[in-house]
């Protein structure tokens, strides 16, 4: 017989027919009489019930098995309105697989223990609804990038010189020289627009920021895209595009793990455009409410929080101070203390998700920057190279997949975003 999830057989076609189910235990509890075993498989969770007078050879497997016991299971597919599924599994016959030891994840465990124990703790429902949006988000970006003719591509991991400023760099021994782990793609992607037009990556950054927020990871996935013949608010655009899309097929596909997270789908009604605040303006609110922050100060987690705690919109904050910014963001045409480039918060206080702008194209003025931040040109040789032939326009943005998956889920830290979290203080398991 074959093999099916729990999720496949709960309809009437299957009703009153046996099946063959593969998983963990759950729960279980039972008497002298019978057993009742709650299966669970990547799917799903059911009640299975063993009877003494069905098949006594089974009952004796029940009694020895234990929490997060693999067993295979054959029985009927019963119909009981008072399971939260609807069905049942009168049990004809119960096999144990793996038994397992006592499972050491009980009731009001503390955060650094399920930490400790994060090779058990996904197995939680919690756990899996989470993971099983996080897939959905990275497969509904693609779909977006492959209906507005963007091209997937790949880049290294091993860098030679900063993207995002070199106190964030993780360095390693390369051979018989130096190299660090890549904070972003970026640069990578801008000598692809050259020849495959619009370009998008999902791959890992590395940043070495001793930071303890709740919205930060020393290692994260990262979605990048650039677009040549592009200004910052054409990449905007495309950034409303791909959210609003993203937020459309999660509300559709997963009301079932929204529910069992407390999170009301409804969050996710969104639609472009989206706020636009300048950077100046975004000071004045905060000044407005309170917020002690000098023009030319970035926005950090709390600035962010207080922006966007009341909104029901992600919003932009574009035209930040050029200090702030990377040294390849385009000076605006009017103003060169700051630099054509948005950041995209996700409201309810969650803060930053994407970062993005238009990066400078002409050769003398990158030149000119990268000295500016006392970095060498010789060490972006093959950067400033793109500037010199057929230079273009061109602009791009980077995506955090695990704070759009924070917003989305609304979880309160960002560790829950991913499977094995890396931070400051936690490298294990």
């Not at 009001?108 to 959905?136: C, N, P, T, Y």
Request: include cysteine; hydrophobic fraction near 35%; aromatic fraction near 10%.
């Amino acid at each position: 017989m074959e093999r099916k999830l729990i999720n496949e057989i709960l309809n009437e076609n299957y009703l009153e027919k046996e099946v063959l189910l593969k998983g963990w235990v759950h729960r279980i509890r039972g008497s002298s009489k019978r057993y009742f075993i709650v299966l669970r498989d990547s799917s799903n969770i059911i009640q299975c019930v063993v009877e003494k007078s069905v098949n006594e050879k089974a009952f004796e497997v029940a009694e020895k098995i234990s929490i997060e016991s693999s067993i295979e299971v054959k029985g009927k597919v019963i119909e009981d309105k008072r399971s939260p599924i609807g069905y049942e599994i009168h049990v004809s016959d119960l096999r144990l697989i793996g038994l397992a030891e006592t499972f050491p994840i009980t009731k009001d465990q503390s955060v650094e223990f399920l930490l400790d124990k994060r090779h058990l703790w996904l197995r939680s429902r919690r756990m899996r609804a989470i993971m099983r949006i996080r897939a959905g988000i990275i497969r509904f970006a693609r779909e977006w990038f492959n209906k507005n003719q963007f091209v997937e591509v790949s880049t290294p991991m091993l860098i030679t010189a900063a993207c995002e400023g070199g106190a964030t760099l993780f360095n390693l021994k390369y051979f018989d020289s130096e190299a660090y782990l890549t904070q972003s793609s970026q640069l990578y992607l801008e000598a692809l627009i050259y020849s495959l037009g619009k370009v998008y990556v999902i791959a890992p950054s590395f940043r070495a920021e001793k930071s303890r927020t709740v919205r930060h990871l020393a290692e994260f996935w990262h979605l990048e895209s650039e677009q040549p013949f592009c200004d910052n608010f054409q990449n905007m655009k495309y950034q409303e595009g791909l959210i609003t899309y993203i937020c459309k097929r999660a509300k559709e596909q997963y009301e079932k793990e929204f529910k069992f997270l407390k999170r009301d789908p409804k969050v996710l009604d969104i639609e472009p455009p989206f706020p636009r605040l300048k950077y100046d303006e975004a000071i004045e609110i905060l000044h407005e409410k309170g917020v002690k922050i000098d023009w030319g100060e970035d926005l950090g987690t709390e600035e962010e929080r207080v922006l966007t705690i009341d909104r029901r919109m992600p919003i932009f904050v574009y035209n930040y101070p050029k200090d702030l910014k990377g040294f390849y963001h385009k000076p605006d045409e009017n103003d060169d203390r700051i630099v054509n480039c948005a950041d995209l918060l996700a409201p309810e206080g969650h803060g930053e998700i994407i970062g993005g702008g238009q990066r400078i194209h002409d050769k003398q003025e990158l030149i000119k920057r990268i000295k500016e931040e006392n970095l060498n040109p010789n060490d972006y040789e093959w950067y400033i190279d793109l500037r010199r032939y057929g230079t273009v326009p061109h602009s791009g943005f980077g995506l955090g997949i695990e704070r759009i998956i924070k917003w989305i889920c609304g979880l309160e830290h960002i560790r829950d975003a991913i499977t094995f979290p890396r931070t400051i203080n936690r490298v294990y398991p």
